[in-house]
């Protein structure tokens, strides 16, 4: 998700002014809710304000926009709300800058007679009354009362293990939950990488029981399985996992391998569920049970069937790996392979391999060939935004790098809604042509297209489309040099059994041929796993809905009862599994 950061923190700690504007709003506020004040609740906001709810008050992820429609969901959704207050255990009330706009931030706290709920409120100065309004307001649910998480003063008190020495101790009890040999999980998700993780640490902190299932054979394969050179594209402070922060001392980007080790570590010190070798085979629900009919396949080639209340696709954007059609592909008498069967250059060195595909693995396979011996030629098939990793590629995560609290940033992150965020992204986009304006010229001057259509820059591309961008980690410079060459889809002409021909009569030789062409959409994965049916309810999934407010079916209830999704980066999923935990919890209350 985008994350607002052209911020400047203006503020003077020993303003009193600030919190004293913002208790003011606030008292005002919750006055005019509880009085269902329509009137006054509309001259408490800008005529431009957003209302973003994670499931505080209208149990959705939900946003809204301009003062009508604001005041006339809060009134729908907002009655009982009250404790609205300053939360002294976050950052003060500050002045900032955020989308080129000035305003207080402040962080407040609240409940329901349901739940506690923390937010963010963003004032700014009306000149006509010289008075405050808000002009973003996010409520978001921190926990359901009465299923509070069990961590600190609620942790287990762990009495059984050091003083039942005829029961079974807690390794005993942990096999045989994870076993599942006499019961169901209330939830499945498939897929164990860092959505399936954090979703389950999140569960699994309110005794839901869910059972994670991932066809590698190794907690972190998903990881460890990748191409040898491979480390996270951003920095690691903004990828925490929930619960358990990298340690200090790890590297800025984090390698493959180190980051498939602490998956694996992260299960086992947060007791998680975890079936390796379990392939999710699909299912059906049973709209009168409300249950799902699951088949897995497991190590052995057994099958298991399985009927919990909720089926979470945790797979990342998509699995299933789009192979378009090339014409005259079969007469090439090397090898094929796409990108996610790619791992190790070795077999390659000092051979001639073409790389069709200019997004991030592309560029990573391209590099990671020419760096162990081998000829590389990339080709082209569509522009392609390109930005250096430092500074450019980390602009809309220097918030996650000023000292705050990780909590503190997710929320800020949350708060702001989607059009506003494209504001500030257009800002960071200029920022970057600017800061890489020589990159760009040398790519240019040896043919390689830039997209410049998308003025909002990498991450509205990502949430838009899943990629279709690269951050520079070496490969663009030695395609400037030309010591990776690159070539045009639109140029070939055919291929050879020795590799392919271009336009000009010029051959591009090929022992091995990666086609870095990406991946098909969830909606091709829920067809093939649950049905037309089931896919047609469900309909798109990712990109922006028709408001543009939000991401399609994503972190929120679908139209397939008991079908859930979970993807995005590290950030998004912690942040977003955090709502959907309090969610499940509340289907199983009387609320």
Not at 117 to 142: E, I, N, Q
Not at 241 to 266: Q, R, S, V
Not at 305 to 321: E, L, N, Q, R
Not at 411 to 438: F, G, N, W
């Amino acid at each position: 998700m985008p994350i607002d950061t052209d911020d400047t923190d203006d503020t003077d700690d020993t303003d009193d002014s600030l919190p004293s504007a913002v208790n003011h709003w606030l008292a005002q506020f919750e006055a005019a809710l509880a009085g269902s004040d329509a009137a006054g609740l509309a001259a408490l906001f800008t005529p431009a304000a957003h209302w973003r709810d994670l499931l505080a008050l209208t149990w959705d992820v939900k946003t809204v926009s301009g003062t009508a429609s604001v005041v006339d969901q809060l009134l729908r959704h907002g009655q009982g709300a009250a404790g609205f207050a300053i939360d002294p255990q976050r950052i003060r009330p500050r002045q900032v800058t955020r989308a080129g706009s000035q305003a207080i931030e402040a962080f407040f706290k609240f409940e329901t007679v349901s739940v506690r709920g923390h937010g963010v409120l963003r004032l700014s100065l009306d000149p006509a009354s010289s008075s405050y309004k808000a002009w973003t307001l996010l409520t978001a649910v921190d926990e359901i009362k009465g299923s509070e998480e069990s961590v600190g003063s609620r942790r287990p008190h762990g009495a059984a293990d050091s003083r039942d020495f005829s029961g079974p101790n807690w390794l005993d009890r942990r096999q045989a939950a994870s076993a599942y040999a006499d019961k169901d999980p209330e939830v499945l998700i498939v897929g164990g990488g860092h959505a399936g993780l954090s979703l389950a640490a999140r569960l699994r902190q309110l005794n839901v029981d869910a059972l994670i299932v991932d066809r590698e054979q190794r907690i972190g394969d998903n990881w460890r399985k990748r191409y040898h050179a491979l480390t996270l594209h951003n920095q690691v402070h903004v990828n925490h996992l929930p619960y358990l922060p990298f340690p200090a001392n790890w590297p800025t980007y984090i390698p493959k391998d180190k980051l498939a080790g602490w998956f694996e570590a992260y299960v086992e010190i947060m007791e998680l569920d975890f079936w390796t070798r379990t392939e999710f085979s699909g299912g059906s629900y049973d709209a009168q049970t409300e249950r799902w009919t699951v088949t897995l396949r497991l190590a052995d080639g057994s099958s298991r069937t399985m009927h919990p209340k909720h089926v979470v696709m945790a797979t990342g954007m998509s699995d299933a790996p789009k192979l378009p059609n090339i014409p005259g592909l079969e007469d090439f008498r090397g090898q094929v392979i796409h990108s996610h069967q790619y791992s190790d250059a070795t077999p390659w060195q000092q051979r001639d391999v073409m790389v069709i595909g200019t997004g991030t693995s592309g560029h990573d396979i391209a590099q990671d060939l020419h760096s162990n011996g081998a000829r590389v030629t990339l080709v082209q098939r569509s522009p392609t935004l390109v930005l250096n990793i430092e500074p450019s590629a980390q602009l809309p995560y220097v918030l996650y790098n000023e000292g705050h609290a990780l909590e503190d940033c997710d929320l800020i992150t949350a708060s702001m809604p989607l059009a506003l965020m494209k504001t500030a992204h257009r800002s960071m986009a200029k920022q970057a042509t600017v800061l890489d304006q020589q990159l760009l010229n040398d790519l240019t001057r040896v043919g390689f297209k830039i997209d410049k259509d998308d003025e909002t820059g990498w991450q509205f591309k990502y949430l838009q489309h899943g990629g279709g961008y690269y951050f520079n980690v070496g490969c663009s410079n030695l395609i400037a040099q030309r010591k990776i060459r690159l070539e045009h889809y639109a140029e070939i002409v055919g291929f050879v059994a020795s590799g392919a021909t271009l336009r000009s009569g010029d051959p591009i030789a090929a022992d091995l041929i990666v086609l870095a062409t990406g991946y098909q959409g969830l909606e091709f994965m829920v067809r093939s796993l649950f049905g037309d049916t089931v896919a047609e309810r469900v309909g798109p999934i990712w990109g922006f809905d028709d408001e543009a407010q939000e991401l399609r079916n994503m972190w929120t209830r679908t139209a397939q009862p008991g079908l859930w999704f979970i993807a995005g980066s590290f950030a998004q999923c912690r942040i977003y599994s955090r709502s959907w935990r309090c969610r499940s919890r509340r289907r199983s209350k009387a609320y």
